[in-house]
């Protein structure tokens, strides 16, 4: 990764280690590998009780996060069990500024990752407006996926106009045309240019290449992404 031009990362995957490592021993693998973690993804624990999430071993992950300067600790994802109504979104919006205050103590800033599932309203309320509007604007930021806002028929930049500054993560993956599916930024249909265009209005510090399933080789994939984006004044 670092060899194609990426030295800045985000994880997924902590259960009390890194991929089976310590803190410092992972931590040392990227700093020799030339790569720099900016941000962590983390579930929240309270179905499958996993390790290493905002219900069980938090205090932990967060104390690991620190360790390594990571800047960003994020909420990634909610199964399928948790999306099935808006009790457990209310829910789910005391849990995330639980977590963002342990986060705040060790200088860290908390979020939470969007899909497309936190769109369609529930008892007509959309949960994804009720998290931004019922968290702590300075302990949970959101962290926009590009491709689920549009995989949701949702404009992020009316999401970055109507939340200023709440939204310094982004997560950059296109969309092919006809399947919908992944593809590497710059093939697709979704106009980047557009949305970069209200990056200050967002409050963007950082974005990440993402592409969940690739067609090609990942690094060949990561490779197509690069040679699109290094022509862009992102």
């Not at 360790?67 to 995330?96: D, T």
């Amino acid at each position: 990764m670092a060899g194609l031009g990426y030295n800045e990362i985000e994880l997924f995957g902590y259960n009390g280690s890194f991929f089976g490592h310590s803190a410092k021993d992972f931590g040392k693998m990227c700093s020799d590998a030339g790569l720099t973690i900016i941000s962590s993804h983390y579930d929240t624990g309270r179905i499958d009780h996993a390790k290493g999430t905002l219900v069980n071993g938090w205090d932990q992950a967060v104390e690991d996060a620190a360790s390594l300067k990571i800047k960003y600790m994020i909420c990634a994802w909610l199964l399928p069990e948790e999306r099935v109504n808006m009790n457990l979104y209310k829910e789910l919006a005391g849990m995330l500024n639980t977590a963002g205050e342990t986060c705040k103590k060790a200088h860290i800033q908390f979020g939470y990752h969007s899909h497309n599932f936190e769109f369609p309203s529930l008892n007509g309320i959309v949960p994804y407006d009720y998290l931004i509007e019922n968290t702590d604007p300075n302990l949970v930021k959101m962290e926009a996926d590009l491709y689920w806002f549009i995989k949701a028929k949702q404009d992020p930049v009316k999401y970055f106009n109507k939340y200023p500054g709440r939204f310094p993560l982004w997560h950059v993956k296109d969309m092919e045309k006809g399947t919908e599916d992944f593809t590497e930024v710059g093939q697709g249909t979704i106009d980047f240019d557009r949305i970069f265009a209200a990056r200050k209005t967002a409050g963007l510090q950082y974005w990440f290449v993402e592409q969940d399933e690739c067609k090609h080789d990942p690094f060949e994939s990561l490779a197509i992404s690069r040679d699109y984006l290094v022509k862009k004044n992102y």
